[in-house]
């Protein structure tokens, strides 16, 4: 099955830098990777994905960018604010309609 | 408003104790999906089910039944509570619309102690 690395477990930036988030995955087949943001007390929820046709994706101050080659994809938010501060989740999904999750990253925005 | 509602969101009880987790979505969704939140781990799924009457083992199904006798509703059952099961769950629900990358949403959670 998929199994899906993620990296750091734990980020802390100065308000205003960017942050980036890595991920590896294991199975060549997956062809759909999403992000997913979790504040404290709610449930995950989707910020942004990409398909394995797609090598980035922008909106806003959050971008993707795939390399299927290398088999790892990542997260970039730019001009951190504090609100950007929770626990991001990258996913993979198979062709079984799965997603498997990375261990997650808490990110926390120094004012 | 398109959403995932789950009942309880906290629950104490006690070893060997039934439970129900009741999950319900509005969005007439055809595969659901239960995953569980430990630290460290992310979130890994214990059952999932691609439609009414189809249901099948996750990653981690051990100690847990789930049913889907309609395609609202998609409840967890812990027959017999233990205090490994102590845990954040989670119910997402995801369409096809003819494509596997739908969106998958989740539910608010449901934050279980067992003692």
């Known amino acids: 099955g998929e199994n899906v690395e993620q990296h750091p477990s734990t980020l802390s930036v100065q308000e205003g830098d960017s942050a980036v988030i890595k991920c590896t995955y294991s199975?060549?087949?997956?062809?759909?990777f999403p992000w997913y943001k979790q504040e404290l007390g709610k449930g995950p929820q989707l910020i942004i994905d990409i398909r394995s046709n797609v090598g980035e994706k922008k909106d806003q101050r959050i971008a993707v960018t795939l390399n299927k080659t290398a088999k790892h994809f990542s997260l970039h938010i730019t001009e951190t604010q504090p609100e950007d501060s929770a626990v991001y989740f990258c996913?993979?999904?198979?062709?079984?309609?799965?997603?498997?999750f990375g261990a997650g990253t808490t990110v926390t925005v120094r004012a | 408003e398109a959403q995932v509602t789950q009942n309880p969101r906290y629950l104490i009880t006690v070893t060997g104790k039934k439970l129900t987790v009741t999950c319900s979505q509005n969005m007439n969704h055809e595969y659901m999906s239960w995953y569980r939140q430990d630290p460290g781990l992310g979130l890994r799924q214990i059952y999932y089910?691609?439609?009414?009457?189809?249901?099948d083992k996750g990653d981690v199904p051990e100690g847990y039944k789930v049913s889907r006798k309609e395609k609202r509703n998609f409840p967890l059952i812990l027959e017999s509570p233990s205090p490994n099961q102590t845990s954040l769950y989670f119910c997402a629900s995801r369409g096809y619309g003819g494509r596997r990358t739908d969106t998958q949403y989740f539910g608010p959670g449901t934050r279980l102690t067992v003692l």
């Open positions: 199975d060549s087949a997956s062809n759909y």
């Open positions: 089910s691609m439609n009414v009457e189809v249901t």
């Open positions: 996913a993979a999904s198979d062709a079984d309609y799965k997603l498997s």
